[in-house]
């Protein structure tokens, strides 16, 4: 018989949830995660003023609900992401016109948006069906510089369907940069993950998978443990690192492999005081060129400093280069920005996620086969009882710690129904 009612591979949010959620209805459950930390892609790290900092997932809005009830059940506290003031443009145009720019570019993703399921548009990229916009140029690079930096991947290379589909699943309102949590997004997942208590395990990698209808066994090193179910709440991309005895069925095989990781690089930029404010800048900077670049605001109580955000191609390009040249470019972008103060910080720290071993990159992963317009659903199906879990499936925030979230929640409803089915199935045989 199984040692346990359910285990769930992967520590991040979907996994913290579910294991919450399944441990709460009274399911024995063991949550094992590779790294010697929970959190996946939301991770800190203690900067020399002694300032904790998300180095991960940081920011969320009041749109999210999930996310704002485990704040309030964990007791953590929001703060409000400085925002008064004009935000910088590069190349520089005027506020009216920079504004106008992106009012344009909102558009066009309200355009993709809303494009019907079309055999026409099966098989185009993201970047393809740009060209046949009949838009100005600046705004078809605007919206390419978008893609780049909110979904770290190539237009090149994206699923044109797939990101229309992606995109309408997130839907606030309010900025998706509009707060951040005084004691990190990290110190909330190691609240959840404190009270899983000795249901938690860490440095625990899974690598092999045996599967059968009455139950799995996954191997860690030397060590095999049993269930009767089991989640993998981890980002596609690294679903597939796993082996599985017998084989996944070949379609699911295939909605793994059409799944390509992001490409993304979080800084952190340290002052002695946020100077842009006695300009009437907000801190936030938006780069038409290079692409995918964006910086903003994430001063908090003493801490001063800014984020800067480097996603897709140019993230890709700067994870072959060395750190000193990295910091180099990034002082030289903000202090042509927000002039020769700028260049002079007192920290920079820097958190390449670029094939990161353990989550793939960040923030989340793609569909870069065009073929691939089931890759979601099937995945969502599984393959009971292994059952397949992470933000990028999630019917709402896709990619988002929402997402990951609403996507635990889910799996542990799948589950939980499952096992209550076939109790009462036995009972009645």
Not at 123 to 143: E, H, K, M, S, Y
Not at 327 to 339: E, H, K, T, V
């Amino acid at each position: 018989m199984p040692e346990r009612d359910v285990i769930i591979v992967g520590a991040g949010f979907t996994g913290l949830v579910a294991a919450s959620e399944l441990a709460k209805a009274g399911l024995d459950v063991l949550l094992l995660e590779a790294r010697s930390r929970v959190g996946g892609k939301v991770e800190s790290a203690i900067l020399a003023n002694g300032r904790r900092v998300d180095t991960g997932g940081q920011f969320f809005c009041r749109d999210m609900p999930q996310l704002m009830a485990l704040i309030e059940t964990h007791g953590t506290i929001p703060v409000m992401a400085y925002a008064d003031g004009e935000t910088v443009f590069r190349p520089p145009v005027s506020p009216a016109e920079g504004r106008d720019l992106w009012q344009r570019v909102d558009a066009l993703r309200e355009r993709m948006i809303a494009a019907d399921p079309d055999p026409d548009l099966a098989g185009l990229t993201v970047a393809a069906w740009v060209a046949r916009q009949d838009i100005p140029a600046n705004v078809a690079q605007g919206f390419l510089r978008l893609v780049k930096g909110l979904w770290c991947r190539s237009p090149d290379e994206i699923s044109f369907t797939y990101l229309a589909s992606n995109d309408r699943r997130i839907t606030n309102t309010h900025s998706e940069l509009e707060m951040f949590l005084a004691g990190t997004m990290h110190g909330l997942a190691e609240r959840i993950a404190a009270s899983l208590d000795h249901r938690l395990r860490l440095n625990a990698c899974v690598t092999h998978v045996d599967r059968s209808p009455d139950g799995v066994t996954v191997k860690v090193e030397q060590e095999r443990l049993s269930a009767r179910k089991l989640i993998l709440a981890l980002p596609p991309s690294m679903t597939r690192r796993l082996s599985f005895s017998p084989a996944l069925p070949a379609p699911l095989n295939r909605a793994l492999a059409a799944w390509g990781a992001g490409d993304a690089i979080k800084v952190h930029v340290t002052y002695a005081r946020p100077f842009w404010r006695a300009h009437a800048l907000n801190g936030s900077v938006l780069w038409q060129e290079p692409q995918g670049l964006y910086a903003c605001d994430a001063s908090h109580g003493e801490h001063s400093g800014l984020v800067v955000f480097i996603g897709g191609p140019l993230a890709a390009e700067w994870h072959g280069r060395s750190r000193e040249e990295l910091r180099a470019f990034i002082l030289d972008l903000l202090a042509d920005a927000f002039g020769p103060e700028a260049g002079h910080p007192q920290e920079i720290h820097i958190r390449d996620w670029v094939a990161d071993p353990w989550s793939g990159g960040a923030y989340s992963d793609v569909i870069v086969d065009l073929d691939a317009a089931d890759a979601e659903d099937l995945l969502n199906r599984g393959a009971p009882p292994v059952y397949f879990a992470s933000s990028e499936l999630s019917p709402s925030f896709p990619g988002y710690i929402e997402g990951a979230i609403v996507a635990g929640q889910q799996v542990a409803g799948r589950v939980l129904s499952n096992i209550r089915q076939g109790i009462a199935t036995s009972w009645q045989g």
